[in-house]
């Protein structure tokens, strides 16, 4: 190796830290609020996927402050969470000591890359001042009537002691468990704090519009939503007083309508049920409490139900239909009763074969040996005969509303956010309960109210949270009345909601400006909405939707001035093991981080991994290809050390340089680092091909490395005779009537079948362009352990390997 990455990678840490490198400014007419999703700081640290999305910020990052941009680019730690808790209970640790060491080793491992992170910004959610603020927004939320106490069905987790997000339920051989711990998980009925975020869903619907995010994740979060206008009918019960409301979208199919069926859970189920068949809905409802709804909704499960002894009454019709429920059907979508029309529904087909039901067909299909799911006229069906769709829809539900049978309806699949967790380590709820049954705030000059300090942390035992343990701490006194504080706690997902705003208050780590202030909205309007998020598809729906309807209830309390807080978002796709399979402890195929900086340099892994593939793909690791960045690194020092720099411009390298310069910043900005990177390469293949350089060309070359390598960027910079950091210098120009030749896109194959293009100048030499074939990460990763057989070259068209 060339040069002493951990010399150098020492040397640069020390100096940015000693001189606020990255510090924000505030001297700029532009601004770039560059954002990552911030990490969860577990015990096992980082593996080297998880750089990739920080990478791509900070190579970004870097290119704003060369272009003159205020920046904030920050970085923070979601500190409360479960693993940290079981760990304590595990120990006997306190949660907060485990998770500030397990902080020490995340930050230590983002400056050993060379991030260049703010960490004057720095955050960390479970900090009293940072949930300060948390239990503020909260009190916000319930003072407009968007959080309120109902009983709901929760994931219940007895040996965990707490409720579960669905996100934290696996299934295992059909029954629920906690992701963590492997222990039985059933729903259960309990008295919850919610958020009523569904007041929001139009809101959340509509803003997606204006927003630059990937396609696919505006689509998650409109299926997460999911509006559906139709028409709610109610279907009369047979010998009982009580009515069924029935929420369809496809109202014209009532002639098809063969039975209903409901959740399970449906309130009514108890009130309709003949005896003889009490037994085996009781029994039916206890098995469906171990199932998921994402189980339950599995297209591929075998349907299963059981029949209420009960007849429905088709409002059209007249016909008796039977009632069954089944666990397809989930409560909290539409009615939570379904209209079962098997003739044009698999699962409802499925359902009717099984238990020997009707199947009449209402719509023209060629056969009638399975559901018929698209569109034709209707049949079969006195009202609308021979009508398509809408119209028929239309006729059926003007004939509902005239006979009182039927209404007009928007539902949503979107339901209000549970917002209570039974645990200790997570913000307490400013709120306290009194004796005379009413709900009080805690007074905003009290808070933070803070978790008490205590030995004991282990589940209550009576579904209450471990703070029911601290007698001390739950009971007290409110206006001389007797109190009780909430013992349960927030979920993670709270402090995630608004951290991004905390970057902007924070005036350092953990101290905040006051979010109501006239200073908070003007650093506000200054910065928001955040210009670049970047973070992994797992939280494609939920933090993003949870973030932008607290950020919609601010906007409306007018505390932040933008109606959405993220404008550009990217999901970076996985980096998988040499295995090809996701990296995991239990695969042994994980990677990291600290070994490759030891091994190769920070700057090896930023660059090979900004060079492997586009930002969102998902590719596997290969030392090969980490190897030959570093073996270019080496290759651009004997460049910079070894060359004589000239200061009057010889004009040889004028058009490689300009539209290297050219290229690379378009490619920045479109986020195509890896086509960036190779721009890079091939001007120093170029450039090596003479005697003498231009300094100021080997200068703006060095800038632009910087955003990729910084510190091998900087030594080249200091050697070159700078005193002051590569990070603060300007971003080069260049001169588009220089760049006079054209370039052209060359496919690269092996036997045949592509694997990667490359953009070079016109009639580049085959020598060349086979050995810059030979570099790219994807045709090293497939040529390795093959034999070369032949080598086809088409000068400005192909490069192809006949392999073996």
Not at 333 to 340: D, I, K, L, Q, R
Request: aromatic share 12%.
């Amino acid at each position: 190796m060339e040069f002493s990455h951990k010399a150098i990678e020492k040397k640069w840490q020390q100096f940015w830290e000693e001189n606020n490198t990255f510090k924000t400014t505030n001297s700029h007419n532009q601004k770039a609020y560059i954002l990552d999703m911030f990490p969860y700081p577990s015990g096992s640290g980082l593996h080297v996927g998880h750089p990739k999305g920080y990478t791509a910020t900070d190579i970004f990052a870097r290119m704003r402050r060369l272009q003159e941009y205020d920046v904030l680019h920050p970085i923070g730690w979601d500190a409360f969470g479960l693993p940290a808790e079981q760990y304590a209970l595990k120990t006997g640790n306190d949660p907060r000591e485990f998770t500030a060491k397990n902080i020490d080793i995340f930050r230590k491992q983002l400056k050993n890359l060379g991030f260049s992170f703010d960490y004057n910004k720095e955050i960390n959610t479970s900090h009293p001042n940072y949930y300060k603020i948390t239990q503020w927004i909260f009190e916000q939320l319930y003072k407009n009537n968007l959080a309120e106490i109902k009983e709901v069905d929760v994931n219940w987790c007895e040996e965990l002691g707490t409720v579960l997000a669905n996100e934290e339920v696996i299934i295992v051989d059909g029954k629920m468990l906690s992701e963590i711990g492997l222990f039985p998980v059933v729903k259960k009925p309990m008295r919850q704090w919610i958020l009523k975020i569904t007041k929001y869903a139009d809101r959340l619907l509509d803003g997606l519009e204006n927003l630059d995010w990937p396609n696919s994740l505006k689509e998650l979060q409109r299926n997460w939503i999911g509006k559906s206008i139709g028409v709610e009918i109610m279907f009369d019960i047979k010998n009982n007083n009580n009515k069924l409301n029935v929420f369809t979208t496809r109202a014209d199919t009532i002639y098809g309508a063969t039975y209903i069926v409901l959740a399970p859970e449906h309130p009514d189920v108890l009130k309709i049920i003949e005896d003889e068949f009490k037994n085996n809905i009781l029994s039916y409802i206890e098995e469906t409490k171990t199932k998921t709804d994402l189980e339950r909704q599995d297209t591929k499960k075998i349907k299963t139900g059981s029949f209420t002894g009960r007849y429905a009454i088709n409002p059209i019709t007249k016909e008796e239909i039977p009632i069954y429920i089944a666990d397809y059907v989930l409560k909290d979508y539409g009615s939570g009763a379904v209209m079962a029309v098997p003739a044009h529904d698999e699962r409802d087909w499925e359902f009717a074969t099984k238990y020997n039901l009707p199947k009449k067909f209402v719509l023209a299909a060629k056969t009638n040996d399975k559901p018929f799911i698209g569109e034709s006229i209707h049949i079969n069906s006195e009202l609308v005969n021979g009508l398509e769709r809408e119209k028929a829809i239309e006729v059926i539900a003007n004939w509902l509303i005239a006979n009182n049978k039927g209404n007009w309806k928007t539902n949503y699949k979107l339901r209000d956010w549970l917002f209570s967790r039974q645990r200790f380590y997570g913000e307490p709820f400013p709120v306290l309960f009194l004796e005379d049954g009413s709900i009080a705030l805690i007074p905003e000059s009290e808070l933070p109210l803070q978790l008490p300090q205590t030995d004991y942390i282990k589940p209550s035992g009576t579904g209450e949270s471990p703070l029911a343990n601290v007698s001390d701490w739950v009971n007290t006194t409110y206006n001389n009345l007797s109190a009780k504080r909430e013992t349960n706690t927030m979920p993670q997902w709270a402090g995630s909601c608004w951290y991004y705003l905390a970057y902007i208050l924070a005036v350092k780590p953990n101290e905040f400006i006051d979010i109501k202030s006239d200073e908070a909205m003007k650093l506000f309007k200054k910065w928001l909405p955040v210009d670049l998020y970047i973070g992994g598809q797992e939280h494609a729906v939920l933090h993003l939707l949870y973030a932008r309807f607290w950020h919609q209830v601010l906007f409306d309390l007018k505390i932040v001035p933008t109606p959405e807080p993220f404008y550009k978002l990217i999901n970076q796709g996985m980096i998988l093991g040499p295995n090809g399979e996701k990296m995991s402890k239990s695969r042994g195929n994980v990677i990291n981080p600290d070994d490759i900086v030891a091994s190769h340099g920070a700057d090896t892994l930023r660059l090979y991994e900004a060079f492997m593939g586009p930002i969102d793909a998902t590719l596997p690791w290969s030392y090969d290809g980490l190897d030959g960045s570093r073996k270019w690194l080496d290759r651009v020092y004997r460049f910079v050390t070894n060359k004589k720099m000239i200061d009057i411009n010889d004009e040889s390298l004028d058009f490689a340089y300009n539209e290297m310069v050219s290229k690379v910043t378009t490619m920045i900005e479109t986020m195509h680092f890896n086509t960036a990177i190779s721009q890079l390469m091939t001007f120093i293949n170029i450039a090596n091909k003479h005697e003498q350089m231009y300094k100021k060309y080997v200068e703006g070359f060095i800038i632009m490395l910087s955003c990729f390598a910084p510190h091998l960027a900087e030594e080249l910079y200091s050697i070159l005779g700078h005193k002051t950091s590569v990070a603060l210098a300007k971003w080069p120009s260049f001169d588009a009537s220089k760049i006079i030749k054209k370039s052209v896109t060359i496919a690269i194959q092996i036997n045949g079948k592509l694997k990667a293009t490359i953009d070079v100048d016109k009639t580049t030499p085959k020598d060349e362009l086979l050995r810059l074939s030979k570099e790219q990460p994807n045709i090293i990763l497939n040529l390795k352990g093959k034999t070369i057989l032949k080598e086809i070259v088409v000068i400005d068209k192909i490069v192809n390997f006949v392999v073996q």
